[in-house]
């Protein structure tokens, strides 16, 4: 139903618009999206939601200053609590190689995620932040589908696979939605989201087959994954039950 709001001061703080509690637009994304802003400003050094979610003390500062900004393509690894003083290191030399254009640039030497839960973790981080500065953007849920649907990747050979597989999938989907933000679509959907992690499964030799427990006894692999798919939360699987 159509409504009629009257003006009304807003500052973020104690005024608060009531136009800031209306409920998730009925349309298709494709209808509105083009009137999400693509920077937020000012940009804001603290967010008070990150204590309730547990999240004071995960996220480098540095990377929610970036944040506030969708034409950026942020990586996983700026979402790792190991760079929470990233901005205290000196910025070094960055050599990086896109279409087979060699760049080279002055960043900060962010650490990457060393272990599955530090991965875990920082993809958390990620969908706490994206939920405090961009509220219409749904990137992280179909993410998270996606890797509990591949049982986050567990068919790759080893953990250190693993988490090159996500991280490149993580960065590519980033990547991509920062583009769209500067043509004002949505980021991308569901659908795309299973297409990225299939082609960088294919690209490093990963079966892109959507992970069961009976292709795990076929292919020899025996595992049964349990919430995230973490080292922690595995147990050997034998004969035809699940336990």
Known sequence: PKRTIQAAEDNGTDLLHEARFLRYPLSAPSDWYAKVPQKRS?????????KMTGSLDKIPAKTLELMQNRLIPLKLKMFYAGNL?????????????????VKRSMDYDWQVPKTMQHLQDSMLSFGTALQQFWPKDWTYLPMCRTLISYQYVVRAQNDDLRRVVITEYFDGVLKANALRAGQNVPPIDYEEHIAKIVSVMEDH???????????????????????????????????????
């Not at 000012?42 to 990150?50: H, S």
């Not at 292919?219 to 147990?235: K, L, M, V, Y």
């Open 42 to 50: 000012p940009v804001i050094k603290a967010m008070p939601g990150l």
């Open 85 to 101: 003083e990233i901005t205290a290191k000196a910025k070094t030399e960055v050599t990086t190689c896109e279409g087979g254009v």
């Open 205 to 243: 030799g990963v079966d892109p087959r959507v992970p069961t427990l009976q292709a795990a006894a076929e292919d020899g692999q025996g595992i049964i994954q349990h919430e995230f798919g973490g080292q922690g939360n595995q147990r050997r699987g034998g004969g035809t039950g699940a336990g």
